[in-house]
């Protein structure tokens, strides 16, 4: 079991280098239970799982409010997943969490798991919304944050997008109605992996500038390195403070690189969705450990 356990968040209390190392250790957890579900099948969107892990770290492991034994618990702050083919790296989360056990990962994406391929809300605990079909996440975040705030509560709403869903004329609608609404209970991220489906970001549709586009549909709008959990854990900060005082939904653009942690697949051609073969799973194991070690030492070196 984490040590998680929290129905106030983590981040209140604790001073920033504290928050910064449980997140960043929360990540490499994380990744290491992406590895072993994507072996499980051999293949799956383990580059999306990698490159968001210190994001959905930094909301799981720093910023939520729930109660792992209550995942329906009414005053928990909602995680929606608008991308259901980052599931792997949810569950991971959820894992970390101790909202799904650790040794029901293994379960992922066979007949009778709770844990299908794509995330669905029916099926596994802690999961709010079933977001396979993109570009839908944000208008339901933004129905939840209104409905949470006509009932007097106080839960926060977390919303994760892929840049893919950027070209969705639905994400940019709900954009609107979150400002229109003045919703300072939202707060979204978009992993800007510059990848989709169909190949880079950039060749499919261009969506840049985002910081400027964001900021013109009225929300206190943030960039930083998405694997850097420093930056993270100051921009989620940053956000919520803003929250409280301008009643501006807030936006974290992450960029980040699929496959991080792992150089093995961090460079892969074909990164959207990833075979591996049989004898990589541990090559990509022991280089997630090596290089989180070396972060890990050159810290205490420095300190
Ligand atoms: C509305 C909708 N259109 C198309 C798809 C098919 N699809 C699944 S994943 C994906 C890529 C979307 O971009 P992004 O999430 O940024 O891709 P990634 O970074 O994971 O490669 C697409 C087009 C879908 N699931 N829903
Ligand atoms: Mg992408």
């Known amino acids: 079991m984490s040590q998680l356990t929290h129905d106030r968040p983590p981040a209140a209390a604790a001073p920033l280098e504290d928050r910064v190392e449980r997140v960043a ?40 409010r729930f ?28 894992a970390e969490a101790g909202i799904v056990p650790v040794d029901e990962l293994d379960t992922y994406g066979s007949d009778d798991s709770r844990l299908p391929m794509s995330g669905m809300a029916s099926y596994t605990p802690g999961m709010e ?12 975040a933004v129905g939840i944050a209104l409905g ?18 950027l070209d969705e004329g639905s994400t940019w609608e709900a954009a609107m109605g979150a400002h229109h609404h003045q919703l300072g209970n939202l707060t979204a991220m978009v992993d800007i992996n510059a990848l989709q489906a169909d ?26 390195d998405g694997n850097d959990p420093e930056q993270l854990v100051r ?41 591996i073969d049989e004898s990589e799973w541990q090559i990509c194991r022991d280089q997630l450990t090596a290089g989180f070690e070396a972060a890990t030492h050159e810290g205490t070196a420095r300190s």
């Open 199 to 224: 190949g880079k970001t950039d060749t499919v549709l261009r969506t840049e500038p985002l910081t400027e586009k964001w900021e013109a549909f009225g929300w206190f709008t943030q960039r930083v």
């Open 67 to 94: 109660k792992p034994d209550e995942p329906e618990w009414e005053g928990r702050d909602r995680f929606l997943l608008s991308t259901g083919h980052y599931a792997i790296g949810h569950y991971a989360a959820l």
């Open 148 to 165: 949470l705030r006509f009932q007097g509560s106080d839960a926060r709403v977390f919303n994760f997008l892929s840049d893919g869903e």
């Open 235 to 275: 921009a989620f900060s940053n956000a919520s403070e803003q929250a409280s005082t301008t009643g501006h939904p807030s936006m974290i653009l992450c960029d980040t690189l699929v496959g991080r942690g792992v150089p093995l697949l961090e460079n892969r051609e074909k990164a959207h969705f990833m075979r």
């Open 25 to 64: 250790a929360a990540a490499y957890r994380m990744r290491h239970y992406a590895l072993n579900m994507g072996e499980v099948q051999g293949q799956g969107y383990v580059g999306q799982a990698l490159g968001s892990a210190d994001i959905m770290a930094a909301v799981y492991a720093d910023q939520l």
């Open 129 to 140: 919304i079933s977001g396979g079909s993109l570009g839908h996440g944000l208008g339901v």
